[in-house]
Each structure stands twice: as C-alpha cells, then as structure tokens.
C-alpha cells in the first residue's frame, strides 16, 4: 500500500493537508482548484504521521500543503504532489517538513503549463499560486476543467483532452455484506442490477493513456488556502 510519513518538526501551521485529487478548477486559486478530498489524519495540529494512501477509492495524484503562520512566510509554504509509483521509497525535506515516501514519487512542476490565453494568467495571486499551477500541469495531461464545489462524476476519456460530466453512479451494495461500502483499493463491488467492478487507485499515467478511461468522482470538502 502507497504511503507517506511526515514530521513536522517545530514550525506552525495555519493550515496543513493532504488531498486525494481527483478533478481541477481553473475559475479559482488556492485548494478549491484542485478537487478531492482531505485525508483525515494530516492538519494544522500534526506533528508526526504516517498515512496509508487507500482512504478514498479515486485519486489521480495527490497534494501535501502547508500554510505557514508565527511568521507567515511565502517561500516556506510546503508543496508536495504525488504520483504511484510501486516499489519507489525516497526521503526528502520539503522546506521544513521531513517526509518519507513509499509507493509514490514527487511529481515536479512550475507555471511552464498555464498558457498566456487563461484569462488569469496575469493575474498574481492565481499565477503564483502552486496549487493553481499544479491543476494546469494536470489540464496540460489531459484532465478536464470542470468548475464548482461539488461537480458530479467526470468521465475523462484520454487521449483526446475532453471530458463529459455525467449522473452519479449507482449505489454500490458490497456482495459480502449488507448496505453500502466504501471500497479500497482492489475492491470489487456490485452496481445495483449491474455487473461488478473494479475500484482502484488512480495515477497520472492512467490518466494520459489513450486506451483507458478513467472515472473520477470528485467531491471538494473545504475552503482552505494556498497561500
């Protein structure tokens, strides 16, 4: 199982947290353009962790941020995006966060993505800020721009850059039990009246293989800031 440790050591935060991404909102800056959830055990108060990357079925990447407080300070806000990577352990220092990485590697990106036609990219408080850079490093990948809070499934079809926004599956009934499940990874679950399939976790190169497709369901939990 994918995993990542961190220690925190003794600077504050104001905010600190770690997303499953699973969709991208280029109308707005800080975490709102990255869809997803929150993992339950990295915020603000943590100082140590460790946490096994199976909390939510979908995940294109996923995104460690930190806000820094007592001083806030730009250039020290952590910023950290994943990818799976089976078999692949590394540690590093992101500013002053020591992570230990098992199963996923840093994915490296910049602002080289977002084009001089968004009609933000003049804009300072959206060109500079990482997590808006990231969503773009994943439009450029092929993953659709799909705005609000709570957008429904997106089906993305790679290859061709285009999604389409579709109902939201069935509940799903797990075969062994009765009621509804939340699946891991490897799970596989019955669609009411429909056959089963396979939930798993996501990566960049799912994403970008023309002979795939890829559902995503994605959720926004929160208003957190980049910044």
């Known amino acids: 199982m994918p995993s990542i440790t ?14 499953y991404i699973t969709g991208i909102d280029l109308s707005r800056h800080c975490a709102v353009a990255l869809h997803g959830r929150y ?3 990295i915020n603000e108060t943590t100082r140590e962790a460790t ?12 995104y460690l941020c930190g806000v820094t407080s007592n001083p806030y300070k730009w250039g020290d806000n952590p ?8 078999r692949h352990t590394q540690d590093l220092t992101v500013h002053h966060l020591t992570v230990h990485l098992d199963g996923v590697r840093p994915i490296p990106f910049t602002d080289a993505n977002i084009p001089a036609s968004d009609p933000h990219a003049g804009d300072r408080a959206f060109r500079t800020c ?18 609000g809070d709570r957008p429904r499934v997106t089906t993305l079809r790679p290859g061709n850059g285009q999604g389409e926004l579709i109902p939201r599956p069935p509940r799903t009934v797990s075969t062994t039990s009765k009621g509804p499940e939340t699946p891991g990874e490897g799970a596989v679950q019955r669609q009411a009246g429909g056959a089963p399939h396979q939930l798993r976790l996501g990566t960049i190169d799912q994403a970008t293989d023309a002979h795939k497709s890829v559902d995503v369901i994605t959720e926004h ?4 800031p980049d910044r």
């Open 39 to 41: 993992s339950r055990h």
């Open 221 to 224: 939990l929160g208003r957190w």
């Open 130 to 147: 990482r997590n808006w850079q990231f969503a773009h490093y994943l439009r450029a990948r092929g993953v659709p721009d799909v705005h």
């Open 51 to 62: 946490v096994e990357l199976d909390e939510f079925p979908h995940a294109l990447a996923w």
């Open 6 to 19: 961190l220690q925190a050591g003794e600077r504050k935060y104001r905010y600190l947290w770690l997303k």
């Open 79 to 86: 910023h950290l995006a994943l990818e799976l990577a089976p």
